[in-house]
């Protein structure tokens, strides 16, 4: 395969299977130096096994894959030394202190001692757990262990950081302070690949995201491009007493479209406020009525049918 | 879209085949400087329990009688079992270094995952791994033979290749556990399973209280399969200086085949585990 320009990570018609089952299913990336790029889909959608892909801890079973400008199928070791991956289960040596997993970690890399210990020191103040250097992992918070996990990920200052769902489990404080510390590196230069099946953490996070189900791709662009190409500027939520939401083609001339949703009807306008007098002034009496921005969320039920988390 | 700055090349280079092998080393003795109590138990009490139950007490009351004269071909008991209690520590650790710590790293802790983000291959884990089981094996049987020479059980230098064979024997031993320990999901019963009808049956049989030849022919083979065995046969050959060099041979070359396939199996089942 030809590199094409300045891409770390590209892939043609890129494919996994594990014994009958498919689960990516052909796909082509293109991931520039610089940039935070995304899959965001549901669970099952192909993020993973993607990303384990790019990270050559799991052979490609079809198309093209090239990382750093080498073929992951050769060139793993060589390839995985200069990458950064933060893993979706912590895996941090628990019986080791927060300072020895990044030192320890770090030789993995072929650093000398002087320069780990050095670096250790760096990064557990860029994480915020430099007065928690001489404890043992295994009584940390999660929040902690996944900045320590973050921290050990760029132990080899590594050109391309792999995220694979980091802040799943976290309380939204702790997701925040990981947030700020993702846009510093991004500031540094430093690109990204994040999976998540948060459509507030794509936002926030991405430059560029793809969105995947069952195995593909199903749409690619900026978080505000997505947005414009598939859902409408805003959207009315209505909630009706159950059993009394009238039904979706009832309100389908105050909206561009609907979607009725267990709990609740969502109209998409590009005006809301308009939409919902037109729904008052037709009769219909809602519990409640919420008028919106679209969010990837949107854009993931039009896609795809259904909502990113069940 | 792009940065405003590119990050310069990593710092990160893969260390090679050697070193790679060398840092998970490394890694598990920057563990054990930490954590070395929670093994000591198994790791130097229970070889010392062995050694004061049946070399200094059991030896004390078979002392003296013809059968045992006729058994050991000469020395004190304790003289004639202190090799054989080296092999059978080696043995026991081996097998107990490969279950649980193997397990861990795969399910528990996961550092396996970590360690194989790097450029280190999961053939290098499980290298890395037996690499530091022999080691560990060489210190702890290293104080053993200094505690034995306090209760003189030890008669010769020869008893430093006694260590050796002892060294060789674990090591063959904890290369197909650690195969073993990483094809499995779960603990459920494997590992009792491995103690009880392996790990017990091979202390009691390979000629380390007794010679064989003290058992019913049909159990005598039994001890022949036992790779505790023919580590047995050497290390006593040595400590006692009664060396046959091709009978020693083929007792290495036996423990060597069964270090090289467990070796060879492991690597392929960590990396088929660890890269899917």
């Known amino acids: 395969m030809q590199v094409v320009g300045d891409g770390l990570v590209q892939a043609r018609g890129l494919r996994k299977r594990f014994g009958a089952f498919e689960a990516v299913r052909g796909i082509d990336v293109d991931v520039a130096r610089g940039e935070v790029f995304g899959f965001l889909g549901p669970n099952g959608a192909g993020k993973s096994s993607t990303m384990r892909m790019i990270a050559c801890v799991s052979p490609r079973s079809g198309g093209e894959l090239q990382v750093l400008g080498m073929d992951p199928a050769t060139d793993g070791p060589r390839i995985r030394a200069r990458i950064g991956v933060v893993p979706q289960l912590d895996n941090l040596d628990q019986e080791l202190t927060v300072r020895q997993n990044l030192e320890v970690y770090g030789r993995y890399f072929g650093l000398s001692r002087a320069h780990v210990r050095a670096k250790a020191t760096e990064l557990l103040e860029f994480v915020q757990l430099a007065d928690r250097a001489d404890d043992e992992v295994e009584p940390l918070s999660g929040g902690m262990k996944r900045r320590l996990t973050i921290a050990r990920a760029l132990v080899n200052d590594p050109e391309l950081l792999l995220l694979d769902e980091p802040t799943t489990g976290l309380d939204p404080q702790a997701r925040h302070l990981l947030w700020e510390r993702l846009y510093r590196l991004k500031r540094e230069g430093v690109t990204q690949i994040i999976t998540t099946h948060y459509m507030d953490e794509a936002e926030q996070l991405c430059d560029r995201l793809v969105v995947m189900d069952g195995g593909l791709i199903v749409a690619e662009g900026s978080p505000a491009e997505l947005i414009e190409r598939y859902s409408t500027r805003e959207v009315l939520e209505l909630r009706f007493p159950t059993g009394a939401a009238p039904p979706a083609e009832a309100l389908a001339p105050h909206a561009d479209r609907v979607e009725a949703l267990p709990d609740r009807l969502l109209l998409y306008t590009a005006d809301g406020e308009h939409a919902q007098a037109a729904v008052a002034s037709a009769g219909h009496r809602p519990l409640s009525a919420l008028v919106r921005r679209s969010t990837l969320e949107d854009v993931f039920l039009r896609l795809t049918g259904r909502s990113l988390v069940e | ?276």
């Open chain 2, 1 to 276: 879209m792009t940065a405003t700055e590119v990050r310069a090349r990593s710092t990160g280079r893969d260390p090679g085949p050697v070193r790679g092998v060398l840092l998970v080393v490394e890694h598990a003795w920057v563990w054990y400087r930490r954590n070395w109590r929670a093994t000591a138990v198994s790791s130097i009490l229970q070889p010392l329990l062995f050694l004061l139950a049946f070399g200094v007490g059991f030896g004390s009351l078979v002392e003296g009688g013809e059968g045992v004269a006729a058994a050991t071909g000469g020395p004190s008991y304790l003289v004639w079992l202190a090799p054989a209690l080296l092999a059978v520590s080696a043995a026991q650790t081996g097998v107990f270094e490969s279950t649980y710590p193997v397990l861990s790293g795969f399910k528990w802790q996961r550092h396996y995952h970590g360690m194989t983000a790097g450029p280190v291959s999961p053939a290098q884990v499980a290298l890395g791994h037996l690499a530091w089981v022999a080691l560990k094996i060489a210190g702890c049987g290293a104080v053993y033979v200094g505690v034995i020479a306090v209760f003189g059980g030890v008669a010769s230098a020869g008893i430093v290749v006694s260590l050796a064979a002892a060294v060789l024997t674990g090591v063959a031993v904890a290369a197909p556990v650690t195969a073993y320990s990483a094809t499995l999901e779960s603990e459920g019963a494997a590992f009792s399973v491995l103690f009880r009808f392996v790990v017990i049956p091979m202390t009691l049989f390979s000629g380390t209280f007794f010679p064989i030849d003290r058992l019913p022919g049909w159990v005598q083979p039994l001890a022949w399969v036992s790779p505790l065995w023919h580590g047995t046969e050497i290390a006593r050959a040595a400590a006692l200086d009664r060396w046959q060099p091709w009978a020693a041979l083929g007792h290495a070359a036996y423990l060597l085949a069964l270090l090289v396939l467990g070796a060879v199996l492991a690597a392929r089942l960590y990396t088929r585990r660890l890269q899917p």
